[in-house]
């Protein structure tokens, strides 16, 4: 953008190709000010509303019953999986709008290669639901604490930006009328939800939540900033079970909620794995499209569609 003192050349043709580029990237600079930045999209996404929600059309709401952050722990390649992800969460915001508030970003740290930063950029400018944490890309080296410490500080600006953050994985579809019906009756503090593992188990020491998805509320994402000289040190490992280590230390996390049946692994073999059922919050191991097209229509996702092709 520096003023050049050449004489004028003619205008490239390039440079007309780049002109609905460039006022497109002015327009969103005005309308998402602060989602340019990607380490900025989490904290400016929560102050403005959640423009991701497909549906709505803008009607004034009465506060939220509750407000829930969705951080889906994943990598910068993977576009399609976001993309995907981003329509299924999408489609169900009018479903849950009326009671909850669910946010839902996609949470990477650093990004390491020159042409993700461009095109993770471009998902940065046109849905502001990236986030890039300060840590280098890792699992099992304490990504979830990088998540978890840094929401307070990208969110919160003092004070509670939402009632529950969840961590979920990317292979993982999560029903939001569900789960909000199931979280509209849970404790709001000190609180620990999921699918507890193992799940052959009634009580054990070494249960913790999958890391399919799980959530806290605030008030232990606050703990967890609070408590980082004690957690110092024991971030690494396998890091679901590294944070019930924390919360079992600390004394937190007493209001545990363990959902299962009603979280479980794809139908097969593995362990917590469940036929579907009808009650279901969370189907995990949607490793390929085909797991995922299998889930999708059991639950009746596409089934409102009216046929968008001439019937012969
Ligand atoms: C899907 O739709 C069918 C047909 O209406 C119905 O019988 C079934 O119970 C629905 N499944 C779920 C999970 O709601």
């Known amino acids: 953008m520096k003023p050049q003192r050449l004489p004028l050349p003619p205008v490239p ?35 403005c509303g959640d423009h991701q929600g497909g549906g709505g059309g803008g009607g004034v709401q009465a506060a939220p019953e509750f407000r829930l952050l969705i951080g889906v722990l994943t990598l910068p390649a993977r576009y399609e999986r976001r993309h995907l992800l981003r329509m299924v969460y999408a489609l169900q915001q009018p479903a849950v709008a009326s009671r909850a508030r669910v946010d839902v970003r996609f949470v990477f740290c650093r990004v390491g290669s020159p042409e993700d930063r ?82 052959d188990y009634v009580r054990g020491s070494n249960e913790y939540m999958s890391g399919m998805g799980y959530l806290l509320s605030w008030d232990l994402v606050e703990w967890i900033v609070a408590a980082a000289a004690e957690i110092e040190g024991r971030t690494g490992g396998p890091e679901d079970r590294t944070l019930y280590s924390w919360l079992r230390r600390g004394g937190r996390g007493r209001n545990r909620v363990d959902v299962k049946p009603a979280m479980y692994n794809f139908p097969g073999r593995h362990p917590c794995s469940h036929e579907f059922i009808p009650d279901t919050i969370a189907v995990h191991q949607l490793k390929d499209n085909r797991r995922w097209a299998r889930t999708l229509q059991y639950f009746n996702f596409t089934a409102a569609l009216k046929p968008f092709y001439p019937v012969i």
């Open 13 to 47: 043709a390039a440079a007309l190709l780049l002109l609905p580029v460039a006022l497109l990237a002015a327009l969103l600079l005005v309308v998402y000010p602060n989602e340019f930045a990607l380490q900025a999209s989490l904290a400016g996404a929560a102050a």
């Open 118 to 199: 461009v095109l993770v950029s471009l998902e940065a400018m046109a849905y502001g639901d990236v986030v890039e944490l300060d840590c280098p890309e890792n699992m099992d080296n304490g990504k979830t604490h990088a998540y978890f410490s840094s929401v307070p500080r990208l969110f919160g600006g003092g004070e509670a930006a939402y009632d529950f953050v969840m961590k979920a994985d990317d292979d993982t579809f999560f029903r939001l009328p569900e789960l909000a019906e199931s979280l509209s009756r849970a404790p709001r503090r000190d609180l620990y939800y999921g699918c507890m593992v193992p799940c």
